[in-house]
């Protein structure tokens, strides 16, 4: 496979949209940004370690609950478990309910699909805040732009 070149993924304007999908994601899965985009570091890495995770966190701000709250909400799974002889460690994978929400994100940003707007499937849609009004009408923006 041809490694893409810089100006071909700039065609593909996958970063014009990016904080709008980034912002969607976060609020209806109830994540962090920055646990969102470690998560998205470490789907590229496949399988990792626990040194792996703290090797991708240095890039972000400090959180000492990070890597217990990602593993209890189901983001990371145990890949391999230690056996005390020959493996010396856990090795993790991010979750197929991870996986299948950053497939969706590059779905978004590629235009092959649309954020919902319907209240009950995005709760960025009930208005609540203020912040949601505006996140709304970017959305809203975001789905009728057809050069995605």
Known sequence: MRKPTASELKD?????????VRKW????????????ELLIYLEAIDHFSKQDFKTGTYS??????????LLKEGW???WR???????????YKVSFKCKQ????MYRIMLGEEDIPT???????????????????????????????
Request: net charge positive; with cysteine.
């Open 12 to 20: 593909l304007h996958l970063l014009k949209h990016y904080r709008i």
């Open 25 to 36: 994601a976060c609020k209806t899965c109830n994540i962090k940004d920055a646990d969102l």
């Open 60 to 69: 972000y701000s400090w959180d000492n609950r990070r890597w217990n709250r």
């Open 76 to 78: 990371i799974v145990v």
């Open 81 to 91: 478990k230690r056996n005390r002889t020959t493996q010396k460690y856990n090795i």
């Open 101 to 104: 929400l950053i497939s969706r």
């Open 118 to 148: 319907t209240t009950r499937s995005n709760i960025i849609m009930k208005k609540k805040t203020y912040i949601d009004k505006v996140l709304s009408h970017s959305i809203l923006n975001l789905n009728n732009d057809k050069n995605r």
